[in-house]
């Protein structure tokens, strides 16, 4: 049995009231729900006050939204997986689309990300994805297929418990779009099976496969009815506390 886990992606957003007020009413919520696990990504200058505002109130586990892989060193602008254990950090997401997209990651890159990561002792959310062009042209599952492969290189099974995958197809992010519960479940069913052939299938029965693209209170209950999505990476609906907590009711099984 897979723990629901739904994770806010608060992006490049708030200001530090705004990221402290928020944790704190995402923490409230969270008391209603102990079946969930709960994650709040802030941006890395509000990773500390975010954390410091639900202190000891809460099970809500605190992530960032990417790494760099060396340990320190000259690597101006970059933050460490170590530094992120100290912040008592537990997440960390690998491979955001906007990060592949928008920012030029590679899988190799991406890879060397996810190894700091769990040899930090930390959690990764490795995030997958097609673009429309590549859904249109038949290649979601290829697309799919290698950023996994990728990804997970050298990853052994024994790890698998601070592994997280995020099924995002980029057409459904910050779009309003979302894919419908067959759309998402035939991907995510997909990807269950290639985890079995990456590890084998008892390591891939317990990986938590989230949904993340355009998932809303209205849409979530139909996403995460579906048998092998297993939580939702929640972008825009995140910043918006009444919408946070739809999902997570959504997500109460
Ligand atoms: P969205 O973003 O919910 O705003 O579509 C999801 C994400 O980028 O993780």
Redesign the pocket.
């Known amino acids: 049995m897979r723990t629901p886990f739904i994770a806010g ?1 608060w992006k490049m957003n708030l200001t530090k009231g705004e990221a402290k007020a928020l944790a704190a009413a995402v923490a409230e919520k969270a008391k209603d729900l102990p079946g969930v696990e709960i994650g709040i990504i802030p941006a890395f200058v509000h990773i500390a006050c975010a954390a410091c505002a639900i202190k000891g109130k809460s099970s809500v586990g605190i992530g960032a939204q990417d790494v760099y892989f060396e340990k320190n060193g000259a690597f101006t602008g970059e933050v460490s997986a170590a530094m992120l254990t100290d912040l008592g950090v537990k997440y960390v997401l690998v491979g ?1 689309s906007e990060r592949r997209h928008v920012i030029g990651e590679t899988d190799a890159l991406l890879n060397k990300k996810l190894h700091a990561v769990i040899a930090a002792g930390l959690t990764v959310i490795l995030c997958i994805g097609e673009k429309i062009e590549q859904r249109k042209a038949n290649q979601t599952f290829n697309v799919c297929k290698t950023q996994l492969i990728e990804g997970l290189k050298g990853l052994d099974k024994s790890k698998a418990g601070q592994l997280v995958i995020a099924y ?1 197809p980029v057409w ?3 779009t309003g779009l979302n894919a419908t519960k067959e759309q998402a479940q035939e991907v995510h069913a997909f990807v269950r099976d290639e985890l079995v052939k990456i590890f084998d299938a008892p390591t891939a029965a317990g990986i938590r496969i989230q949904y ?4 809303k209170a209205s849409n979530a209950v139909e996403l995460l009815s579906q048998p092998d999505v297993d939580g939702a ?5 995140s910043l918006k506390i009444d919408e946070f907590a739809g999902i997570l009711a959504a997500a109460k099984k």
């Open positions: 992606n955001h995002e459904a992010i910050g993340g693209g355009s998932v990476l929640v972008g825009g609906a």
